[in-house]
């Protein structure tokens, strides 16, 4: 029977407590979500300033609306690139330092863009000819790069999370292979939290001068969170963006509306808009969102929303040193707390349900095995009650599960 695989894919997966579902959001405004009739207090969304409720936010897309109405109609390279792309791409340009960018439907697009794109050639014979080169990544990096890179024309080598002597020997691996190497890591890692280690690995790089690696950075996490203005790695005083080639970012998260872009040199972008399917065949982002991005990223400047948001993590921190919950070392919105299997971590997140609070489990493979886990979410709009509320829920259901350290 054809694909007979499915039913007993699925099964396996139920079985083991592995099967994803989707919940039905049918309301969300100021963290209280309604799901099937309930409504919980969310600490899991990746609107981190909340931006997305924003009033000025909201406006920029009904200005965009009015100006140029829902759809692009078409792709970046027919009719689908506008002012408004032209405009953000030349403010992300200015806060990143860096000469060119171009913007994508999303992170996931703008990632697997980059690891096809960049080892495509064009002659005059084929469009499609391979190059020969090499990916170094962190080992912890989201799916979206990492499955392009498995998928790309050339090797994949990873390196232990944020263990550069590990990266080092990779490089020295991929060097002996070609003289092609991208470098990959993320600003703040999108399940633990942490920080990627960003100067250190453009220091590594730097040490292979005979044949640079090009160190790429996925902000996606990072903007809007970390850098004095909130721009990201590049924004703080330990890395000089030009030691960075390619900064990728996300607009779906703490700039609350949704897309992705990449920044580099006139170049790099220029041979990205020519060889990246994933933009040349897809119609581009509308730009009503383009100017609602264009305000979310004023707001990071001015950072208002930011200090809310660092002071409720220094909040949320404080008060779990107090009750012994388990953390890993993360000061970022991400603060995941490690059951170790799944299961048990789907237990737990049911638990805090049934008490109003929304913590998704997330388990393998979106994270490694048995490292299954509560992920928690802080953001700029959850008051203390809030999580003088999630504290106490916590309590309960780790120590219930003996899960308190
Ligand atoms: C680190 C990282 N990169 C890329 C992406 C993909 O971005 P998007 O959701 O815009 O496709 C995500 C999304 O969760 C992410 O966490």
Same mark, same amino acid.
């Given at each position: ?8 894919? /699925?099964? @396996? ?6 099967? %994803? ?12 979500? @309604? ?5 919980? /207090? ?14 000025? =936010?909201?406006?920029?897309? =009904? ?16 009719? !689908? ?20 960018? +171009?913007? #994508? ?11 096809? !794109? ?26 979206? #790069? ?11 080598? %990873? ?22 190497? /991208? ?31 090009? =160190? +790429? ?12 203005? !909130? #721009? ?15 900064? +990728? ?9 949704? $897309? ?14 020519? +060889? ?9 982002? $509308? ?15 001015? !950072?208002?929303?930011?200090?809310? /948001? ?5 909040? #949320? ?13 993360? =000061? ?40 299954? %886990? ?30 308190? $350290?």
């Amino acid at each position: 029977m054809a694909f007979d695989f499915i039913s007993k894919s /699925l099964k @396996e997966r139920a079985d083991a407590n592995l099967l %994803r579902q989707r919940y039905c959001v049918v309301s969300n405004k100021d963290n209280i979500i @309604e799901v099937n009739g309930n409504h919980y /207090l969310n600490f899991a969304t990746n609107d981190y300033l909340g931006l997305s409720q924003h009033p000025q =936010v909201l406006q920029g897309y =009904v200005e965009g609306l009015a100006v140029y109405g829902s759809g692009s109609g078409a792709s970046s390279v027919v009719t !689908g690139y506008t002012a408004e792309h032209k405009a953000l791409e030349d403010e992300l340009c200015e806060v990143l330092n860096k000469p060119a960018a +171009m913007i #994508f439907s999303s992170g996931f697009a703008a990632n697997q863009a980059v690891c096809h !794109g960049l080892f495509t050639t064009h002659s005059a014979s084929s469009e499609n000819e391979k190059t020969s080169g090499s990916i170094v990544s962190d080992k912890l990096m989201h799916a979206s #790069f990492i499955q392009g890179a498995i998928d790309s024309p050339v090797k994949l080598l %990873r390196y232990k999370h944020n263990d550069f002597s590990h990266a080092e020997s990779q490089l020295l691996k991929a060097n002996k292979q070609s003289d092609n190497i /991208l470098l990959a890591t993320e600003g703040v890692f999108s399940m633990d939290g942490d920080e990627g280690g960003v100067a250190q690995l453009c220091e590594l790089a730097q040490t292979h001068s005979q044949n640079k690696p090009w =160190v +790429m950075i996925d902000e996606a996490h990072a903007i809007g969170v970390i850098g004095e203005s !909130g #721009f990201g790695s590049l924004d703080t005083s330990a890395v000089n963006s030009e030691q960075v080639d390619i900064v +990728m970012g996300t607009f779906g998260k703490a700039l609350g509306t949704s $897309g992705a872009f990449i920044a580099g040199s006139h170049e790099f972008i220029e041979y990205m808009v020519n +060889m990246s399917k994933h933009y040349v065949y897809s119609t581009s982002v $509308g730009s009503a969102q383009m100017r609602a991005t264009r305000v979310s990223l004023a707001l990071i400047a001015e !950072g208002v929303e930011r200090e809310k /948001l660092h002071n409720n993590i220094e909040y #949320f921190l404080s008060k779990a040193r107090m009750y012994s919950i388990p953390l890993l070392p993360s =000061v970022s919105p991400i603060q995941p707390i490690i059951i170790g299997e799944p299961a048990l971590a789907v237990t737990c997140s049911e638990a805090l349900a049934e008490l109003g609070l929304w913590v998704p489990a997330i388990r393998t493979p979106t994270v490694p095995a048995n490292t299954d %886990r509560l992920r928690v979410i802080i953001n700029a709009l959850h008051t203390q009650k809030d999580i003088d509320a999630l504290i106490d829920g916590l309590v309960l259901v780790l120590s219930k599960h003996e899960q308190l $350290g």
